[in-house]
């Protein structure tokens, strides 16, 4: 059964770098057709879409975060990460990590449990 | 980017009631929609998926129609575990959006 797991720093200090990685178990980051995301959720609101990656190394960002945004992968550690810079307490929220159920153009069908990650001094 | 809505942003109902939830596109997006219930402190969970598949494991109680710009979520028979929100996803377009939600609360 594939699980995903997000780990990294709850806390980040304004204007440094969030990292966080997810680690994928029960099956490999390199399966065909499968791309892998990152999605986060302020407290108390809603979802937003931050960028995906498919195991070769092809990613998608949403415009809104492209230009702070890196998405890379491992597949000897059957893992992919998150680098957010310049972080502000705008981004404080809980990021998950997802499996798009199929190509880009898919939804996600299998999800991480969430990390909380906050950005204050 | 698409914006989408939700109606109603929060639905009161009893066990056993039939309720729908209301999801419209700022533009068509033919049926790629995707329906998740998420629950305090948990990761969403995919309901439904190409604006009427249902995901496997999910409760047949559970369906989804329409496309283009309206679609609909809709639970059958409410059950005491289905309390929670409920977000639609667009995945026609880049970027991806989400709805702002539809809380689903105990009357």
């Known amino acids: 059964q594939l699980q995903l797991q997000e780990s990294g720093p709850g806390l980040v200090k304004p204007s440094e770098t969030l990292s966080l990685t997810c680690t994928v178990s029960?099956?490999?980051?390199?399966?065909?057709?499968?791309?892998w995301g990152w999605i986060r959720q302020p407290p108390g609101k809603g979802l937003e879409w931050i960028g995906s990656?498919?195991?070769?190394?092809?990613?998608y960002y949403n415009p809104s975060l492209k230009s702070r945004v890196t998405i890379s992968v491992d597949t000897s550690k059957n893992q992919f990460s998150l680098k957010l810079s310049s972080v502000t307490a705008a981004d404080t929220a809980v990021y998950y990590c997802?499996?798009?159920?199929?190509?880009?153009?898919?939804?996600?069908?299998?999800w991480g449990q969430g990390t909380m990650v906050t950005v204050s001094s | 980017a698409i914006w989408m809505t939700q109606s109603p942003s929060l639905l009161s109902a009893s066990t056993g009631d039939r309720v729908t939830i209301s999801c419209r596109m700022s533009?068509?997006?033919?049926?790629?929609l995707a329906w998740y219930q998420q629950k305090p402190g948990k990761a969403p969970e995919l309901l439904i998926y190409?604006?009427?598949t249902l995901q496997s494991g999910v409760p047949s109680r559970f369906s989804g129609s329409g496309s283009g710009t309206d679609f609909t979520l809709t639970i059958s028979c409410l059950q005491s575990e289905d309390f929670a929100t409920y977000y639609c996803?667009?995945?026609?377009?880049?970027?991806?959006?989400f709805g702002p939600g539809t809380k689903v609360d105990i009357k």
């Open positions: 190409a604006a009427s």
């Open positions: 996803q667009q995945y026609y377009s880049f970027p991806f959006t």
């Open positions: 533009q068509g997006i033919s049926s790629y």
């Open positions: 029960g099956g490999s980051i390199s399966s065909s057709s499968y791309y």
């Open positions: 997802a499996r798009h159920e199929g190509d880009f153009w898919t939804a996600f069908d299998i």
């Open positions: 990656i498919y195991y070769s190394g092809s990613t």
